[in-house]
């Protein structure tokens, strides 16, 4: 199932960005692009998976883009990280 590699390497990339913030993760969007021929319910399963240490406590917001003119419409991509401030907010 090629959803694995994709969530594993979107995990990967988020846990960057909060390693490099040195701050807690509050949520974690994913968007799936109309012809990706990717399940969201199968990206939260491999999500529960591959997120690692860094990304616990962060929800995962799936966003499906129906647009299949959309420049993202064939792919998976890491639409954002929502980390907390240096005071915790």
């Known amino acids: ?3 694995s590699g994709i969530v594993a390497s979107l995990a990967a990339r988020a846990e960057a960005i ?3 913030a040195c701050a807690e993760p509050r949520r974690i ?3 799936v692009g109309a012809l990706s021929g990717v ?4 990206v939260r399963a491999h999500w529960a998976r ?7 406590g962060a929800s995962l917001d799936i ?7 959309a420049p993202t419409s064939l792919g ?3 639409s954002y990280v929502d980390i907390a401030d240096a005071s915790g907010d």
């Open 1 to 3: 199932m090629h959803e």
């Open 18 to 20: 909060v390693a490099e």
């Open 29 to 31: 969007g994913i968007k």
């Open 39 to 42: 399940e969201p319910e199968a």
């Open 50 to 56: 591959f997120a690692g240490p860094l990304l616990v």
């Open 63 to 69: 966003q499906v883009d129906d647009d299949p003119s």
């Open 76 to 78: 998976v991509v890491l």
